[in-house]
């Protein structure tokens, strides 16, 4: 098993332009997430998917867009990159239903995206 | 007040010494607790989960007060290699969608 993967590992954009982050699980995991680290900070929730075809906002939404249409599959997009979107950014997946299932209750993280906004 | 607090560290400690962390929260309806460790440049992982009875996983023990609203980590006989920053993490909406709330994370450097 892979886990969690991430592609780009590593990105430089200019402000304005766009680009799309891909995770991918082979864990058969139901529930999808992307966060964003910033120094001083803690992970922050950006879009998060229950099922396939299915997403919702996070705590910092705004600038981003994400699709779920294959259940293995979570991309996020960014339309006109902005500085501010300079970041670490994390996907990662989980049961739905964590109860009786050994390790059930964890977040599988991927590797992490490292997006510079010049 | 943040909803999950900790303190940045670093806690510079020798090998085999005993180094504890708590971390704070403000949803005293928050059911699920988790400490996550994040080694630099890498993603964070699951250490433990916290139960009301507290837990303990080798030289890791983990526990809950929910009187006071705090979790604590405590790390016996540290190896370098437990060097890394630790996450509180908390489910505030036990809905059973784990949309959690990461603390910024306590360093931990331990020396020979």
């Known amino acids: 098993n892979a886990g969690v993967t991430q592609t780009p590992k590593f990105r430089v954009l200019k402000t304005g332009q766009s680009m799309t982050l891909l995770c991918a699980q082979d864990m058969n995991h139901e529930y999808m997430y992307w966060y964003r680290q910033d120094p001083g900070m803690g992970l922050r929730l950006i879009h998060y998917s229950v099922g396939e075809g299915t997403t919702a906002k996070g705590e910092v939404p705004d600038g981003y867009n994400v699709s779920r249409l294959k259940k293995q599959n979570f991309l996020l997009g960014l339309e006109s990159a902005a500085p501010s979107q300079t970041s670490v950014y994390f996907c990662?997946?989980?049961?739905?239903?964590?109860?009786?299932?050994?390790?059930?209750?964890?977040?599988?993280f991927g590797p992490g995206t490292r997006l510079t906004v010049l | 007040r943040k909803e999950v607090e900790q303190d940045p560290g670093p806690f510079n400690v020798p090998e085999g010494a005993t180094v504890a962390f708590n971390c704070t929260y403000s949803n005293s309806a928050s059911q699920s607790f988790f400490w996550y460790r994040q080694d630099c440049r890498k993603e964070p992982k699951l250490l433990m989960s916290?139960?009301?009875s507290g837990n303990e996983d080798g030289r890791f023990t983990a526990q809950l007060n929910r009187a006071s609203q705090y979790i604590s980590l405590l790390i016996r006989d540290s190896k370098l290699s437990d060097s890394a920053t630790y996450l509180c993490?908390?489910?505030?909406?036990?809905?059973?969608?784990?949309?959690?709330?990461f603390g910024t994370g306590t360093r931990l450097l331990v020396s020979p």
């Open positions: 990662a997946s989980s049961y739905s239903n964590p109860s009786g299932l050994a390790g059930g209750d964890t977040q599988y």
């Open positions: 916290v139960y009301s």
């Open positions: 993490v908390v489910d505030p909406m036990n809905t059973g969608f784990q949309k959690l709330v």
